[in-house]
């Protein structure tokens, strides 16, 4: 099972819009996840020193190809519908990959 | 299974240590985590906007009782030599709880 870990920064004026989208995530779009392999999957939030806040997403994924699993995701109506009320709500890191909206962390240890 | 996620700063001058260390934790260190009920612990790494490094922890907890597990992990001999290396690497968030190394992030939502 692979791990992945995200991150990503929170609009100070969508804070609270995003705590009550995520407070009742759509069951569509709990199941379109699970429908493309990703299993475990949490966000966690936190102020950060430099006075944002910033999300963190882990997830592990149970399929055989992420690529496509992640452009099915992408598909979804209900995804589809679900990001155009959280993007707005977030604030993607500058320097992330230009294929990327939440940024890539790197695992530095992991222990069963 | 209860989850958890964390976060703290790792000083610039000590990131490559950190990696290295975390590069071959001592296997009495994980032996430890596991016989204190830490299950699926992962840390990541990420430099944030604010130019610092921060690293987020994640694990479930299989146990009954948390904090008498805590107690035991931190009395673990091989454990406190572990943090005598790393705790020097990190830089903790000035607005963490008091008992607290790591801060605590909040889960904002999650799906199996």
Request: proline fraction near 4%; include cysteine.
């Amino acid at each position: 099972m692979k791990r992945f870990g995200y991150t990503i920064g929170v609009r100070e004026d969508k804070l609270d819009e995003y705590r009550q989208l995520h407070a009742e995530v759509w069951p569509a779009v709990n199941a379109a996840m699970t429908a493309c392999n990703l299993r475990n999957f949490t966000i966690f939030l936190r102020r950060f020193p430099d006075g944002k806040h910033y999300l963190f997403m882990y997830y592990e994924y149970a399929g055989d190809d992420y690529a496509a699993d992640m452009r099915r995701l992408a598909a979804d109506r209900d995804i589809q519908e679900w990001w155009k009320l959280t993007d707005p709500c977030q604030e993607p890191l500058t320097d992330r990959d230009p294929s990327e909206w939440w940024a890539t962390m790197s695992e530095v240890c992991h222990n069963d």
